[in-house]
């Protein structure tokens, strides 16, 4: 796959910063990664890890009191944080789209679906309203929605979740994109029409050649649809390289403590492991290594950040102290 | 059996391609429709306020003489009772004003003129109103501070005083009455729509027409606009209501609308001195007729907001 064309995006030492006024957030604090065409990269982490404010950075759509305060978007090797709001809107929709969590949510009530759909191709090009419809038709029999006919003359409130997050994959694919920022896109659906989008999403990248962002605190998903995943904690990646690889021999504690809390068949009867605690404000980050105070391997020099360290080609790992042995 | 109902209702929804069952569903106008009707007052209320605009638009027909007609007003016919024949020969059934103009017509051709400059002047404001309201919320920071300020001075001083300025200032007549109301009223559409916009900006749905790609005016009026209307029809009601009766009462007070073409705070205001010699009707009748205005307009008023206000339905 990899040819000498850059990526399809480059993050490098990505810095956005809250600047509120109890202090400094700093919810994505040196966020680095690659998306290959057609690759799908899971973006994993608990709530409030900086996982959501990292899509939202790509997209350029991080509110005030938020900035972008360093690093680079390398998208196809154009910057997109110096990029000019009318460069990023004639980006967004076009060429990145975004997927949100709540499919209650992001179609807009008032509207027709037709209405909403075709609005986004003429945002891009000048297409005729019929055209535009074909399309729009095309497109959700592409993410596997009967009679799509007559559904594009329906509104957003005659469709079950399920169905309206299928629109809102289709309204994300529109117009081609060959990146796609989705943020937990099958957290609020049932696990069975979660299976049937994981599906088509995968069958996409694969046909389109659609790289894809797939941020979720579910490793199961993760380790079904991604081919590298990135593991942050309190704004940093702590861990990251090919799925098979983190999630067989994960080396950060966290990673390991994280695939340990995932209730599995093997396990049954014995207690559940956790990680314990919650984590830190980001106002209030500990000294040194964020994860330290949950830490069950922390040591005298987890009082200074790790850097980044690459133990094995193709992984990187900000520990001290690493799990190096065998699989657990 | 509601399970099984609601299991039913996800399968139709999921296969539209069952058409009698995925056009049975429950359309929000329809819900809306069901749960106005649920107060029988507001559907009275909605009645009484529809016949009084027919009357109102249809008034050169259903008026039994032309009050604005100075040749055919006879000053012999001046202050009859009701149910006198004037010299025309035409029974005068609620009477004849100081002027001799019979007041069923005077009243009918008062209505119109009091609904024309309370929906217009209520109908201006809003646009302007809404415009000012939604782009000072979409522009946010201090543009949003500035224009807010703006409304809140306008707000404190009391309505009927800036309208009275006004109307001083620019004389009478139908178009300068309606400036006035306008200026005391669009603030109140602003605030409201700018309250709401503010809480529809941060949902989900703006963000990903950002996403998208669409410009802001879009945005701002195919997007968030629709979504802002509800309160807006709750004000728009209450506001005209509001702007019927300051014109009454500018026109009461002798501003507002001329003698020649006079609304029904000036019939009412042309009856007052002979209330107290037994020739009640000139005042009463026109006076009645605007309570029943007034009240009907809030009656539907006061349900539209119940009916639209999420946070009251159970």
């Known amino acids: ?328 | 059996m509601t399970v099984a109902q609601d299991n039913m209702d996800v399968a139709v929804a999921a296969h539209g391609d069952d058409r009698d069952k995925f056009e049975g569903v429950q359309t929000p106008f329809r819900r809306f429709l069901s749960d106005y009707c649920e107060s029988k007052l507001a559907v009275i209320g909605f009645f009484v306020i529809s016949a009084i605009t027919l009357v109102a638009i249809f008034a050169p027909l259903l008026a039994p003489t032309d009050p604005y007609d100075l040749a055919s007003v006879s000053i012999m016919d001046s202050r009859l009772a009701p149910g006198q024949a004037m010299m025309t020969g035409t029974t005068a059934h609620l009477g004849t004003d100081g002027a001799g103009r019979d007041m069923v017509s005077a009243m009918i051709y008062g209505l119109r003129i009091s609904l024309g400059v309370g929906i217009g002047s209520g109908v201006i404001a809003m646009v302007i109103g809404i415009s000012v309201g939604l782009f000072s919320a979409y522009a946010g920071g201090r543009v949003d501070s500035v224009v807010m300020r703006i409304v809140d001075i306008q707000l404190s001083f009391p309505a009927i005083l800036v309208a009275l300025i006004l109307l001083v200032t620019l004389g009478k007549g139908v178009d300068k009455t309606i400036i006035a109301l306008v200026v005391v009223q669009w603030a109140y559409y602003a605030r409201t729509i700018r309250g709401t916009a503010l809480v529809e900006r941060r949902r989900e749905y703006i963000e990903s027409a950002v996403c998208l790609g669409l410009s802001e005016r879009r945005i701002m009026f195919r997007h968030l606009l629709p979504n802002c209307l509800a309160p807006m029809i709750v004000v728009g009601t209450m506001q005209v209501a509001h702007a019927i009766s300051l014109e009454a009462t500018l026109s009461f007070l002798g501003l507002g609308m001329p003698q020649t073409e006079p609304s029904l705070g000036r019939l009412i205001s042309n009856g007052f001195e002979y209330i107290m010699s037994g020739k009640y009707w000139i005042s009463v009748y026109p006076g009645i007729a605007l309570l029943v205005t007034i009240v009907s307009i809030n009656l539907v008023g006061d349900r539209l907001r119940d009916v639209l206000n999420p946070r009251l339905q159970k």
């Open chain 1, 1 to 328: 796959m990899s040819n000498a064309q850059a990526p399809t995006l480059e993050v490098r030492d990505l810095q956005t910063y809250f600047f509120t006024k109890g202090g400094i957030a700093r919810a994505v604090d040196g966020v680095s990664f690659t998306v290959e065409r057609g690759k799908v990269l899971g973006l994993v982490g608990e709530s409030g890890s900086g996982k959501t404010v990292t899509g939202f950075s790509v997209l350029g759509l991080v509110d005030e009191p938020g900035r972008v305060v360093g690093g680079e978007i390398l998208y196809h090797g154009e910057n997109l944080v110096t990029a000019s709001p009318d460069r990023m809107r004639a980006l967004r929709g076009a060429n990145i789209a975004m997927i949100f969590q709540d499919p209650m949510m992001t179609l807009n009530p008032v509207l027709r679906i037709d209405t909403q759909m075709i609005e986004a191709i003429q945002a891009h090009e000048q297409v005729s309203d019929d055209d535009a419809r074909q399309r729009a038709r095309d497109a959700l029999g592409q993410v596997g929605i009967p009679s799509p006919d007559e559904r594009l003359r329906s509104y957003p409130h005659q469709f079950s979740g399920g169905m309206r997050q299928r629109v809102a994959i289709a309204i994300a694919l529109l117009n081609k994109p060959d990146l796609i920022v989705a943020d937990e896109p099958t957290t609020a659906l049932d696990v069975t029409i979660q299976g049937q989008i994981l599906f088509e999403v995968q069958k996409l990248c694969e046909e389109t050649g659609t790289a894809l962002i797939w941020i979720t605190h579910d490793l199961s998903v993760v380790a079904g649809l991604a081919d590298d995943i990135c593991v942050m904690y309190a704004g940093r990646v702590v861990e990251q390289g090919a799925v098979d690889n983190v999630l067989d021999r994960p080396m950060h504690p966290y990673t390991h403590g994280l695939i340990g809390s995932v209730p599995s068949r093997n396990k049954r009867g014995q207690p559940l492991s956790q990680i314990p605690g919650m984590t830190p404000s980001l106002l209030a980050l500990p000294e040194g290594c964020a994860f330290s105070a949950r830490c069950p391997r922390v040591g005298d020099a987890c009082s200074a950040i790790p850097d980044v360290s690459a133990p094995e080609a193709g992984r990187e790992l900000r520990c001290h102290y690493p799990i190096l042995e065998a699989a657990p």
